[in-house]
C-alpha cells in the first residue's frame, strides 16, 4: 500500500521562527508529538526538518534555553539529517527505513519535494493490525466454509 493512501495530510506544521513556546502550544492543541519545520512560498510547504516534545525538553528545557525566545529553527532536526518518504512509497519501505534510520515519524513528500503528509509508527502499527485481521478472517471463513461442505 502507497503511503499516499495511509499517511496523515493533515500535517501540523510550523516555520523556523516558530518559538519553542508557540510549538509547544501547538502540539497540544493539535494533540501530536511532533511538528514538520517548513519553508513556505506560495502555498507550497517544503520539509525543513522536525521537531519532537523530546527535542523541547532534551534540547531546550534540561539546557535551561528560554522557550519564549528560542526558536524551533535552532533546535530541529535540519532536513539534511531528515528522513522522508515519498507518497509513492509503500509501507514496508516505510518501516524499512524507520527501522534503518531508528526513527518513529517520517514527512511524506511529493515528486516535487513538497509536503504532502506524515507516516508514523502508529500508522503502520494500524495497518499491520488490519491486515493481520483480514488474514485471521480468511482462516475463520476457510474453516467455516469446510465445516459447511463437510455436513
Known amino acids: 500500500m502507497q503511503l499516499s493512501e495511509i499517511c496523515v495530510l493533515d500535517v501540523v506544521f510550523c516555520p523556523r521562527k516558530t518559538t519553542i513556546l508557540e510549538a509547544a502550544r501547538l502540539m497540544r492543541q493539535h494533540h501530536t508529538g511532533d511538528l514538520i519545520v517548513v519553508d513556505e512560498a506560495d502555498d507550497e510547504r517544503t520539509p525543513a526538518g522536525i521537531i519532537t516534545d523530546r527535542d523541547i525538553v532534551v534540547d531546550v528545557l534540561a539546557k535551561g534555553l528560554d522557550p519564549a525566545t528560542t526558536v524551533v529553527g535552532n533546535v530541529m532536526v535540519h532536513f539534511s539529517h531528515l528522513v522522508v518518504a515519498r507518497d509513492t512509497d509503500d509501507a514496508i519501505e516505510a518501516a524499512e527505513r ?8 517520517l514527512p511524506v513528500i511529493d515528486h516535487a519535494g513538497l509536503l504532502v ?3 508514523t509508527l502508529d500508522d503502520l502499527l494500524q495497518l499491520l493490525a488490519r ?11 476457510q474453516q467455516a466454509q469446510e465445516h459447511r461442505s463437510r455436513r
Open 131 to 141: 491486515n493481520a485481521s483480514l488474514l485471521a478472517d480468511i482462516v475463520t471463513k
Open 117 to 119: 503528509g506524515v507516516v
Open 98 to 105: 524507520m527501522r534503518t534510520h531508528g526513527v518513529r515519524r
